[in-house]
């Protein structure tokens, strides 16, 4: 069964204090893995895709990078308005690619 | 330009009442989800569309559930004969293309309290 862990559940930073927020997942045949973010009240907006292991992208002070069992998403000298859930999503070559499965997500805390 | 647009925003029900939440994809948009939040809890898929076809219904809890979606647009997710374990969030999204790799575009969710 197709599977998305990701840890820590919560995390708190002090502002300019860097730190990786972890996504491990199992599935047949990754079409993609996803990472959103989630403000409270708010659904989920898209931040990056990363369709291979070795693969990074970069947006701000945020940056994903993926391995073949796991995601981690770095964030660099985070500032309070990081804070915020950060929920990871794989899609698999199973269900054809279209059925996407997120993980519990990891509620960031940035203190000033 | 317009994003998801989910109502209602907030919907108090009592037990045992149907609901029906609507849900607008971005217009142009050919696959549309809908998933379910609890407090605290990541997102459950419940129902995928492509059009107005339903490929993968799997997440849907009980047969008191149920989607259609007209016009390749607008989507209703009903529950029938609600109960206190249906209260959550109910976010809709879509997706621009019918590929798969595509990320979700999410309204704000509706949230369902049954008393």
């Known amino acids: 069964e197709d599977q998305v862990t990701q840890s820590p559940e919560a995390l708190r930073l002090q502002e300019g204090e860097s730190s990786s927020l972890n996504c491990s997942y199992t599935v047949s045949g990754l079409r993609g893995l996803f990472w959103y973010r989630q403000d409270p009240g708010k659904g989920p907006e898209f931040l990056f895709t990363l369709y291979s292991a070795g693969e990074e992208k970069e947006k701000e002070r945020l940056k994903a990078t993926l391995t073949k069992k796991e995601s981690f998403l770095h964030i660099t000298a985070p500032k309070p308005e990081d804070s915020a859930t950060y929920l990871c999503?794989?899609?698999?070559?199973?269900?054809?690619?279209?059925?996407?499965?997120f993980g519990a997500g990891t509620r960031l805390f940035v203190k000033a | 330009g317009a994003g998801v647009s989910q109502s209602p925003s907030n919907k108090v029900t009592e037990k045992g009442k149907d609901v029906e939440l609507r849900c607008d994809p971005i217009?142009?948009?050919?696959?549309l989800y809908w998933y379910r939040q609890s407090l605290g809890q990541g997102l459950e898929f419940l129902i995928y569309?492509?059009?107005?076809?339903?490929?993968?219904k799997s997440g849907l809890p009980s047969d008191r559930f149920s989607a259609e979606r007209t016009g390749g647009s607008v989507s209703t997710l009903t529950i029938q004969r609600t109960q206190q374990e249906d209260s959550a969030v109910y976010l809709c999204?879509?997706?621009?293309?019918?590929?798969?790799?595509?990320?979700?575009?999410f309204g704000n969710g509706t949230r369902l309290t049954v008393t």
């Open positions: 999503a794989v899609q698999a070559a199973r269900t054809g690619g279209f059925k996407t499965i």
């Open positions: 569309f492509q059009g107005n076809s339903a490929p993968d």
């Open positions: 217009s142009g948009h050919t696959a």
């Open positions: 999204a879509s997706s621009p293309v019918s590929l798969s790799n595509s990320p979700l575009h």
